[in-house]
Nanobody, 111 residues
Framework: QVQLTESGGGLVQTGGSLRLSCTAS???????MGWFRQAPGKEREFVAG???????HYADSAKGRFTISRDNAKNTVYLEMNDLTPEDTAVYYC??????WGQGTQVTVSS
């Protein structure tokens, strides 16, 4: 099991940007890493994912605004979020492969 530590959440105004980071406690260079989010009263949903080979997928809501990247030397995955709207308000979770989740980081976008 891997421990995941997320950071970078916070309060931002509409149109602002945030960069989330998620660092793993072990080598994740052979792992799929991704970001999910859960808004109040809603189910957790996929945001973006990146494979060990660098293949990237985005949810439609993230395309054109969010960028996922990884630094295998640091066992870290990032989510750069731009042009944020109140609809992006949620707890953002990092995930490694199919089983390991971070504790979540709150992102709040004010109107």
């Amino acid at each position: 099991q891997v421990q995941l530590t997320e950071s970078g959440g916070g309060l931002v105004q509409t149109g602002g940007s945030l960069r989330l980071s998620c660092t793993a406690s072990r080598d994740t260079s052979d792992s799929i890493m991704g970001w999910f989010r859960q808004a109040p009263g809603k189910e957790r949903e996929f945001v973006a994912g990146i494979s060990y080979s660098g293949t990237i997928h985005y949810a439609d809501s993230a395309k054109g605004r969010f960028t996922i990247s990884r630094d295998n030397a640091k066992n870290t995955v990032y989510l750069e979020m731009n042009d944020l709207t109140p609809e992006d308000t949620a707890v953002y979770y990092c995930k490694v492969n199919s089983t390991d989740w971070g504790q979540g980081t709150q992102v709040t976008v004010s109107s």
